[in-house]
């Protein structure tokens, strides 16, 4: 993949690019075309991600939590690699009203050819670390305010940003057959995100799934 969002001396220099990049935004035009609030006498986006509410200053970027009083694990503020996603978000995200409809990853452009990356990545860490686990994931979905939805022996429903959703389906593994799993994305994703992306949002996701569990 041609983004490298992965450890800490990997990331530094990319974060330090994309700070730069964010600090020469329009801010009301990233607004409007992101439909993330941005308050023009404070100087701060209002973002949310994985259930819970962010502000994150402009032009310096700096990130907190709405809720001062909130010490779970927020992603925003402690990876660099969801702050990244944030950024290039603002930086060329368009938000657009999802249909309804939710995709696999092969259905994005560029997303067949960066698949086995993505399901190594994303869908077998999520079988293998919930598939046998099923009460964990659905209390650990609860916590996020995930919606339980029908699809697989369980499945859930949840926001990942500012109505940008996604959607984690499990099947139990047993004696004969190992665990497996499904991510599905809405598909106004295809204007927020590009396929490299999409696998962070996985990583994103499960990492906070365990961090809360």
């Known amino acids: 993949m041609s983004i ?7 990331t530094r220099i ?9 600090a020469k935004l329009d801010p009301l035009e990233a607004s409007k075309r992101t439909h993330i609030p941005y308050d023009e006498e404070r100087h701060v986006f209002t973002m949310r991600m994985m259930g819970k509410e962010y502000e994150l200053t ?12 909130d010490e779970e694990y927020g992603a ?3 990876e660099y690699a969801a702050q990244i996603l944030a950024i290039r978000y603002l930086l060329r ?7 309804g409809k939710f995709k696999t990853y092969r259905d994005f452009p560029w997303g067949e050819t960066y698949f086995r990356q993505f399901s190594g990545r994303c869908i077998m ?24 939805i ?3 022996d369980i499945a859930y429903e949840f926001e990942f940003m500012n109505n940008l959703c996604v959607r984690f389906l499990l099947w139990a ?20 995100f590009e396929a490299e992306d999409l696998a962070v949002v996985g990583d994103i996701s499960i990492g906070t799934l365990k961090k809360m569990a």
């Open 4 to 10: 490298d969002y992965e450890k800490d001396n990997k």
């Open 14 to 22: 990319p974060f330090e690019h994309y700070k730069e990049e964010y």
């Open 58 to 69: 402009f032009p310096q970027f700096s990130v907190k939590k709405v809720d001062d009083a």
């Open 76 to 78: 925003l503020t402690q």
């Open 93 to 99: 995200g368009v938000a657009a009203d999802p249909t």
């Open 125 to 148: 860490r999520l079988a293998f670390g919930y598939g046998n686990k099923l009460d964990l994931f659905a209390d650990t979905m609860e916590k996020i305010g995930a919606k339980k």
């Open 150 to 152: 029908e699809g697989g």
């Open 173 to 192: 593994g047993d004696e004969e057959f190992p665990p497996s799993a499904q991510i599905l994305f809405a598909d106004n994703m295809s204007l927020a």
